[in-house]
Structures are given as C-alpha cells and as structure tokens.
C-alpha cells in the first residue's frame, strides 16, 4: 500500500498524557514519533550541567547561542521505545527530572533556541508519517499539518499523573511542587513571545480528563480512518 505522508500535530499543556497518546497512535498506525519537548529538555540539560544557568535560575544567553548548533540532539528509535541522545550519551532519564522541568520553559522562550530545535525537527521528519507532540507544532512547526490535536484536562488530574510518573522513576516529589510546576509551565508556556502555547483554529480538542487510553486511541482512529483511510 503507498504510505501517505501524513504529519499529526499534537498540542496541549503540561501533562496532559501528549506523549503517551503519540506514542500509541505511533505503534498503531506505523508513524515515526518525535518528542519535540525532550528537544528542549536537552538544550536545557546541556545549560544546567555546563554552568550557563545560575542559581538563581539566570541564563547565560551569550554562552548558548556560542554553542547551540554544535549540539547533537537526536533521537534513537529501538524496540524500547524512542530516546534523546546528546552525541553518543543516552539522556533520556536525565532529561526528566525536576531539575530539568524547572527550568525549561525560559530556556524553550529564547528564540534561537526554538530556531534551533525547529530546524532539528524539520529535518528528523522529511517524508513519511509523522506524530509529533509539543506546544507549537500545529501553530509554527507544521502548520500545515493534516490532523491537529490540542490536548487539555484537569490540572489536579494532570499533577497527579506527572508526580505519578516521578515516583514510578524512584523519584521523591512533593505533590504540591510538582503542580506549583506545572501551572508555573502552562503559564510561562502560554505568554512568551516566540510561538506561545495557543490553539490552532483548525485542531480537534481532546479533554482527557476521564478518559481510557483505549477511548482515545477510538477517538483518533475515527478522525485517521475519516481522512486518509489508514487502517494500520
Ligand atoms: O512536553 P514537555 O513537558 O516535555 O515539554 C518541556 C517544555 O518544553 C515545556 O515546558 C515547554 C517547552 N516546549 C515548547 O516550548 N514547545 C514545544 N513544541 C514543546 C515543548
């Protein structure tokens, strides 16, 4: 069967299960998945271990922008799954601690460093189907996507699963930082300047509050198999 190139854009706040519908909708459907976030948890990473982010929480803008299209992000697809690698290390668990998280929405707000992980993007996905999760993927990265998918739910839903997936990890969280960071992304996320977190006027809203992940494989198999008729 010819393989159309079909790109799916998924969009939505912190936690709101982005990654885990991708993911699936990924191994139905045969698409090739790309976390866009883990993008900027890895910039961030980077930052944080070379001394460009202070205690405070100041980025040393200057020091990055030397460095930033020297880094190589990418990422490896395996039986296990899809990880984000910084040349040859595996950073895929590194990428997800709270260290990271608190301080990668300034460092997603700094335009080159949007340049720079849009133009990584671009190039992990020429041809083929794609899905790709973010904040701005349906509004900037593809705008021409096929089938845009904004993802909401309940924030007190969405902290639990967040701090649900840090003690799965072995983690330690406080269940109240773990929201106070949530809601500190959603809203540095929502009102930066570069590409803020908004709804595309043509993406289908998914509230998944309560929701199966079984309800929303249906719910995306419905909107697939309406306007491409892919069947797996
Ligand atoms: O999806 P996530 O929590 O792993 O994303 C981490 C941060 O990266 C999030 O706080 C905002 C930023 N981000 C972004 O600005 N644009 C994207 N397309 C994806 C993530």
Sequence with gaps: MQVPDVVIAVDGYSSTGKSTFAKMVAKAFSFLYLDSGAMYRGVTLYALENGMIDAEGKIDEAALKAVINTLDLHFVHDEEGTKLYLSDRCI???IRTLGVSSHVSPVSAIPFVRNYVDDRLHSFSEGGRV???????????????????FMTADTDVRARRRYDEMVAKGENPDFEEVKKNLLERDYIDSHRETSPLTQAADAYVMDNTDMTLHEELVWITGLIQGRFGIYS
């Design 131 to 149: 899905i790709m999760d973010g904040r701005d993927i349906g509004t900037t990265v593809f705008p021409n996507a096929e089938i845009k998918v």
């Design 92 to 94: 895929e668990g590194e």
